[in-house]
């Protein structure tokens, strides 16, 4: 059985051990280093030490809930084709490309560069939104989503990126727990003994974004800061 915690989180575990030892182990995030201990009936004992995971990579669904609709991305037309970038014709929000000046790339030798045999009938760019003719910074962040109900506070500086397809994934382990063989805890399974404490159904829903800013390394809700 394995839980992710973080720093300052306390988690309470009831354990009924048999007459055997076990281990506790614990890993970072990262995969750098863990610590270990040993719970067991009487002094002595030992259980096997498990070996560390390998590390795993964070993908943009891990950064960006389902990466359905990236709306503060630039306008990336949804980037349908990051699988294997195939096919990337939805890169249409590329702005400031149409300046590229190509004068000093005459004579560029090509011949060694192994792409004869690239396909290139799935890689028809849309350049139609390319209107950034001034290089203005992160334009689509003036531009109201169609898809998820954003705050007018999240249009913003404070605020570098926004889902506009949000998802459910309690039930999501996390980066480096999925498909370990292990039991995984995660938020799905957690519940309050003997059912909800108020029986009431809800009486309305108040739905929050939390939103940041990655560069400034500030957060906030719907754009608000909490100072604000």
């Known amino acids: 059985d394995e839980f992710r915690f973080g720093p300052e989180e306390t988690c309470d575990v009831l354990v009924e051990p ?3 030892a076990y281990t506790i182990f614990s890993q970072s995030m990262d995969r750098t280093g863990y610590a270990r201990g040993t719970l067991a009936t009487r002094v002595g004992l030992e259980a096997p030490v498990p070996a560390v995971d390998k590390p795993q990579w964070l993908t943009m669904a891990d950064m960006m809930g389902g990466m359905g609709g990236m ?34 790339m005459q004579g560029m030798d090509h011949s060694s560069m192994g792409m004869q ?7 028809a760019m849309d350049h139609s939104q390319h209107a950034m003719g001034g290089m203005k910074a992160d334009a689509s962040l003036t531009v109201p989503s169609t898809k998820a109900r954003h705050a007018k506070t999240e249009y913003g500086a404070t605020t570098d990126m926004r889902v506009d397809m949000a998802r459910t994934n309690l039930d999501d382990p996390g980066i480096g727990l999925r498909d ?20 009431r159904g809800p009486g309305r829903e108040v739905e929050l974004h939390l939103t940041g800013n990655m560069e400034r390394y500030s957060w906030s809700i719907d754009g608000v800061e909490f100072a604000t």
């Open 18 to 20: 048999r007459d055997e």
């Open 180 to 199: 370990t063989g292990r039991r995984v805890l995660t938020l799905a399974d957690q519940h309050t003994i003997g059912g909800p404490l108020d029986k």
């Open 117 to 123: 045999g690239m396909n290139h009938g799935t890689m």
């Open 71 to 104: 709306g503060g991305m630039g306008g990336m037309g949804g980037m349908g084709g990051m699988g294997g970038m195939g096919g990337m014709g939805g890169m249409g929000g590329m702005g400031g490309m149409q300046g590229m000046s190509q004068a000093g």
